[in-house]
C-alpha cells in the first residue's frame, strides 16, 4: 500500500531523511518512532507530496504526486491546519467538494458525532480551542475514505474520550484493509494495535521490526525503543 | 535584579549574534550605521557652504508628527478599550511572572524592553536623513531630537494603552467615556481647522498649518506634546521641549503609578493583552491576518448555508469567496478598497494637472504590490490542502488564483470611479486606467508564484524583495515605455485614453507566461512557511 523507496530530503546541508526505504501494507499499523528531530515528521510530508525529495514514493502502487494517489491518500498533520473563516460543517463540505465526494454528509454528520463535535457545526475554525482544532482536522482526513492514512503525533491536545474514539477508528480502518503510518511519541496509546515498527535516529530508519516478532523474542515496545535510540537509563 | 540584568544582556548579545545569521538584516543596520556616523562627519567638517537655500515650511513637520501622533492616540485607545498593551511577551509570562522576583523589578524590565523596542521602531527616521536635511533643512541635533521624541511617544502610547485598559476593563460605562472623550477630542480639532480657516480666510491645508503651530495645541496630549517638543528645539525654546518632555513624564508616571497600585494587579492586565499580542505576531509569520481581516468580529448566521457551489479545483475559489463574505459583507470591497478610494479621491482632488491622473495610477499600482503579495493564493500556499486534494496542479492554481484576480478589478471600478467623480478625470481615461490597474494585478499575482518556483518553500526575505524588485522593473519597464512612445508618437490627442493599453496588454501578457511558467509548481514546490 506504501513503498518508501531510498527517499532522502536535505535542508541544505543538513539531511533530514536519509536514504529510507520502508514499506506499510494494507491492514497494517505501522508505528514511525524516533526522538525529536530524527526526521519523523519530515519523512511524512515526504510522502504526503508536501517536500520535494529525491527517491520514490508509491502509494496504492501510483507515485504520490499522482492524483490517483492523492485520492487514496489521507494526512492528519501535527498542528491542524484549518480555516479560519470556515466553521466546521462548511471545512466538511469544501472536502467533500475538492475531492469530488458523493454522498458525503451522513458520513460527515458521523465523524464529527463521533468526535463530539456536532453541537459546534457552525463554530468558525479560529475559535475552536486546539483540541477541536485536532479533532476537526481527524475528520477532514478520514472523509474522503482514504486507502493509507498517515498520522503526525495524532493524539496530542485530545481529550480521553476522542484519544478512545480515534483509538477504535483507526483499528476499524485495519479491520478494512486499510495501510495507517503513525508518527507518535506517546507509545503506550497505540500498543493495542501496532503491528509493525520503525524506529529513526538521525534521519535514518535504525530497527524495523514486526509485532509477532518481538512478541517471540519477549520485547516490548518501550524497550526496544530506549534501547535504539540509547536512552535507557 | 541579577536574573533580570542577565536576561537583557543576553537577549541583547544573541540578537546581535543572531544577525550572522540573517545577512540581509545585518546589511540594512550596516547601511544605517554608515549613514548616521557620515551625517555625524559631513555636519562636523563640511564647510557652511550657503544658507540662502529655501527649505519646506518646518510646520508640516509639526503636521506630520501630530498626524502620526492622532493615528497612534486613536489606535492605542482603542486597543486599550479591548485588550490593553503589554510590555512583556509570552516568554516573560511563563518564566518571570512565576519566578520569586519582585513585581516591581520585572516591571521596571518591561519598561526597560518596551524602551529599546521602541528605540528600533524610530529607527527608521534616520533612514530619512537626506529628505529631513534637504527639505526641511534639519540638523543634527534636529534629527537625534525628532528620533528621541518618536521613541518617547511610541513607548508613551503603549504605557497609555494600558492606562486606559485598566481604567475601562469590564466596564462598558468607562469604554464608552474613553471613546466620548476621543470623538470630542477629534471634534474639537475638526472645529477649531475650521474656526481658523474661517477666520485666517486659508484652505484646510492652511488651517492644519496654523492649528499645529499655535500655543495651545501643544498642550493637547500625544499630538500636542511632540509638536511642542520638537518646535521647542527647532526654534531654541528650551522651556518648551522641557515641558513637553516632563508632560509626557509626569503622565507615564501616574499611569504606573496606577500599574502598581494595591487595587491593581498588572499581571493580570497585561496578560490578555500578551497573549494577544503573541497570537497576532504568529499569525503574522503564518500569513494568515492581513489589514483586511484585522479585529473583525465574524458571526455565523443559522441561515448560512457554507459554499453551496464548486466540486475539484473551483471550491477553492467558492471558498475564497465564502471567506471574503466572513471579511467583509461586501466580499470584494473592503477597508483596503475603502482607504484606497478614499486616498485616490484626495489625490485626486489636489492634483489636477495634465500627468496628475498618471501619477495616481503609478502611485495605486505600487501600493497593490504589497496588497496582492499578502493575498490568499499566499495563504493557500501555506496549507497542506492545495497541494494533496487531486485535481491536476494549474486547475488548482488557477481556482486559488480566482478572487485575487477579481479584487483589482472590483475595486479599480470604485478607485477610478472616484478619480472621475472627486478628481475630474475624464471616463474613458479612467476606465483606461481601471484596466491597467486590474492587469498589474494579475502580474503581481504571477509574482507571488514565480517566488514559490524560484525561492521555494521558505524563501529568504531579503531576497524576496530583491527579486521582487527586479521582476517588477524587468516586468513594468516595457509596457511603460511602450505606452510612453505610443502615447507621445502615435496617439492623436483624440485617443490619448488609450495610452495605457499597450501597459494593460504587456502587463497581462506578463501574467499569463508566469502562470504558464509555473503551472505545475503545486507538484514541484514545497509546502511554504509563511511565504
Not at chain 1, 498517515?150 to 479491520?175: R, S, T, Y
Not at chain 2, 512583556?88 to 511563563?94: E, L, N
Not at chain 2, 541635533?141 to 475601562?168: A, E, H, K
Request: hydrophobic letters at 45%; aromatic letters at 12%; proline letters at 3%.
Amino acid at each position: 500500500m506504501l513503498a518508501v523507496n531510498n527517499v532522502t530530503k536535505k535542508y541544505g546541508k543538513l539531511i533530514a531523511n536519509d536514504n529510507i526505504s520502508f514499506g506499510v501494507n494494507a491492514g497494517e499499523v505501522s508505528l514511525l518512532l524516533g526522538p525529536n528531530g530524527a526526521g519523523k515528521s519530515t519523512l511524512i510530508k515526504c510522502i504526503s507530496g508536501l517536500l520535494k525529495f529525491t527517491g520514490s514514493i508509491g502509494i496504492c502502487g501510483n507515485s504520490n504526486k499522482t492524483l490517483q494517489a492523492k485520492r487514496d491518500l489521507g494526512y492528519i498533520p501535527e498542528v491542524p491546519a484549518l480555516y479560519d473563516m470556515l466553521t466546521i460543517w462548511e471545512h466538511m463540505e469544501f472536502i467533500a467538494r475538492a475531492y469530488s465526494l458523493e454522498n458525503w454528509r451522513d458520513r460527515a454528520e458521523k465523524l464529527i458525532e463521533r468526535f463530539e463535535l456536532d453541537d459546534k457545526k457552525k463554530k468558525l475554525g479560529s475559535e475552536l480551542s486546539k483540541g477541536m482544532q485536532q479533532k476537526l482536522s481527524i475528520c477532514c482526513g478520514f472523509l474522503p475514505q482514504p486507502k493509507l492514512i498517515l498520522f503526525d503525533e495524532p493524539m496530542v491536545g485530545l481529550d480521553p474520550q476522542a484519544i478512545k474514539e480515534l483509538k477504535n477508528m483507526i483499528i476499524e480502518q485495519q479491520q478494512a484493509g486499510n495501510a495507517i503510518l503513525i508518527s507518535t511519541h506517546m507509545l503506550d496509546s497505540v500498543n493495542g494495535f501496532w503491528n509493525s515498527v520503525n524506529i529513526m535516529m538521525d534521519g535514518k530508519i535504525v530497527t524495523c521490526r514486526k509485532r509477532n516478532e518481538m512478541e517471540e523474542a519477549e520485547e516490548d515496545l518501550e524497550t526496544l525503543f530506549f534501547r535504539i535510540t540509547k536512552r535507557e537509563n | 535584579m541579577k536574573a533580570l540584568a542577565y536576561l537583557i544582556l543576553t537577549r541583547t548579545k544573541n540578537k546581535i549574534l543572531a544577525l550572522r545569521k540573517k545577512p540581509g538584516l545585518m546589511i540594512l543596520y550596516a547601511f544605517i550605521l554608515v549613514f548616521i556616523i557620515a551625517f555625524i562627519l559631513y555636519q562636523i567638517f563640511a564647510p557652511k557652504l550657503s544658507t540662502t537655500k529655501m527649505h519646506i515650511d518646518q510646520r508640516y513637520m509639526y503636521m506630520f508628527l501630530s498626524g502620526f501622533g492622532l493615528l497612534y492616540l486613536f489606535t492605542f485607545t482603542y486597543s486599550g478599550i479591548s485588550t490593553g498593551s503589554t510590555f512583556f511577551t509570552m516568554a516573560d509570562v511563563g518564566l518571570l511572572f512565576v519566578a520569586p522576583i519582585s513585581t516591581r523589578k520585572i516591571l521596571f524590565y518591561g519598561l526597560l524592553s518596551t524602551i529599546g523596542k521602541s528605540m528600533i521602531t524610530s529607527i527608521f527616521i534616520f533612514y530619512q536623513i537626506p529628505n529631513l536635511v534637504d527639505t526641511f533643512g534639519f540638523g543634527f541635533r534636529d534629527i537625534v531630537s525628532l528620533f528621541i521624541i518618536y521613541t518617547v511617544m511610541i513607548f508613551f502610547c503603549q504605557i497609555y494603552s494600558i492606562g486606559i485598559y485598566i481604567f475601562s476593563n469590564c466596564n462598558q460605562n468607562r469604554k464608552n467615556i474613553v471613546k466620548t472623550l476621543l470623538y470630542v477630542f477629534f471634534a474639537i480639532l475638526i472645529i477649531a481647522t475650521y474656526m481658523i480657516s474661517q477666520k485666517e480666510q486659508v484652505g484646510l491645508l492652511g488651517a492644519v498649518r496654523l492649528l499645529v503651530d499655535h500655543k495651545l495645541f501643544g498642550y493637547l496630549p500625544i499630538v500636542g506634546w511632540v509638536t511642542m517638543f520638537l518646535k521647542g528645539i527647532l526654534t531654541g525654546s528650551i522651556v518648551n521641549a522641557m515641558i513637553a518632555l516632563a508632560l509626557f513624564l509626569v503622565s507615564s508616571v501616574l499611569i504606573v503609578s496606577l500599574l502598581t497600585s494595591q487595587e491593581a494587579d498588572y499581571y493580570e492586565d497585561v496578560l490578555q493583552s500578551t497573549e494577544v499580542t503573541y497570537q497576532r505576531l504568529k499569525d503574522y509569520k503564518e500569513g494568515k491576518r492581513t489589514s483586511s481581516n484585522i479585529n473583525r468580529k465574524v458571526k455565523v448566521m443559522d441561515n448560512d448555508k457554507g459554499l453551496q457551489k464548486g466540486k475539484g479545483a473551483i471550491s477553492f475559489a467558492y471558498k475564497h469567496l465564502l471567506e471574503m463574505k466572513r471579511s467583509s459583507r461586501l466580499i470584494f470591497v473592503d477597508n483596503i478598497t475603502l482607504f484606497t478610494v478614499i486616498g485616490t479621491g484626495i489625490a485626486g482632488y489636489s492634483i489636477k494637472n495634465e500627468w496628475g491622473s498618471y501619477v495616481i495610477l503609478a502611485s495605486l499600482i505600487y501600493i497593490q504590490f504589497f496588497i496582492t503579495i499578502v493575498g490568499r493564493l499566499k495563504l493557500e500556499l501555506v496549507k497542506p490542502y492545495i497541494y494533496m486534494v487531486p485535481e491536476p496542479p494549474f486547475k488548482k492554481l488557477v481556482a486559488a488564483s480566482v478572487s485575487s484576480l477579481l479584487k483589482p478589478c472590483v475595486d479599480s471600478i470604485f478607485i477610478f470611479g472616484a478619480l472621475a467623480l472627486v478628481g475630474g478625470a475624464s471616463i474613458l481615461d479612467c476606465i483606461f486606467m481601471a484596466i491597467a490597474y486590474s492587469s498589474s494585478g494579475a502580474v503581481f499575482l504571477g509574482l507571488t508564484l514565480v517566488y514559490q518556483r524560484v525561492l521555494g518553500g521558505q524563501p529568504n526575505k531579503v531576497a524576496k524583495v530583491f527579486i521582487g524588485i527586479f521582476l517588477m522593473i524587468s516586468l513594468f519597464t516595457p509596457g511603460v515605455v511602450v505606452s510612453i512612445l505610443i502615447s507621445f508618437f502615435v496617439l492623436p490627442e483624440s485617443l490619448q485614453f488609450l495610452s495605457t493599453l499597450p501597459y494593460s496588454i504587456m502587463s497581462l501578457l506578463a501574467a499569463t507566461i508566469m502562470f504558464f511558467a509555473c503551472r505545475n509548481i503545486l507538484d514541484n514546490a514545497e509546502v511554504s512557511q509563511g511565504m
